[in-house]
């Protein structure tokens, strides 16, 4: 097996792991194939920010197994500090990694959050997209208290070899840590909108925005609302120059 697949290297961002792995599919294949869980952040500017005023955040990073730099924010801290690293957007590696997943049989796959509605079309989605792909089952975002111990005896039945869980940052990395033992051989994935993205009732900023790193920017015309989390973007930016390298 090469080195590349079993040793990832490790940065850190305000004091933060971030993993500078090659090959992050190849890298999450062979945890699958060697039935070992892990639990995937996609650390951005604005998830980091959140976990300096939050230590019970900061923690669920820390222990997480894969820490990888979804936002432009993560490459300009890591670019100042002499590591050259290019972005590595949550929607993509999660897709990547749905497109291989049909190559180990069994691997079933479960989509948990999200509108009513959203997770089942973009279900349906990956299934006309990737025809060898194994969907075990979908839950919408909205699960009352009572429902909760439903949900989790549906995990601990079916035992999903990928879990993507679209709850929102930090929703959706507090409910993965505290219940990943439910599945202790999966892949755990806080995945955000993807599933409005892959569902088709939201638009991914077209290429030229993510290319120039604006992403954010077509975010924010999509949901106004959010320009008071988009403040994390400037405070990130001076804590970029001022924090100890």
Known sequence: ??????LQQQSSVMGLPVHLQ????????????????????TLNAEMAMQAEQDEALATV??????????GAGVVFYLKLRGKAVQRCPGIELAEKLLMRSSELAPC???FYGGAPGVSEAAAIAWQKRAPGIAIAGTQN????????????QT????QPRIIL?????????FWIAEHRHICPNAIW????GSFDIWAGTKDRAPGWLRNNNLEWTYRLYQEPWRWRRMMALPQFAWRSLTYPH
């Open 108 to 110: 079933p796959i479960f």
């Open 165 to 173: 869980v679209g709850l929102g940052v930090p929703r959706q990395e």
């Open 61 to 70: 990073i820390r222990k997480a197994e894969l820490v990888i730099p979804d």
């Open 22 to 41: 090659p090959n992050y599919i190849d890298w999450l294949l062979l945890q699958l194939q060697q039935q070992k869980g892990v639990h995937i952040v």
């Open 189 to 192: 994935i806080g995945v955000g």
């Open 141 to 152: 975002g909205y699960v009352t208290p009572a429902d909760q111990p439903q949900l989790l």
């Open 1 to 6: 097996m090469p080195r590349s697949l079993l």
């Open 155 to 158: 995990l601990a039945d079916l």
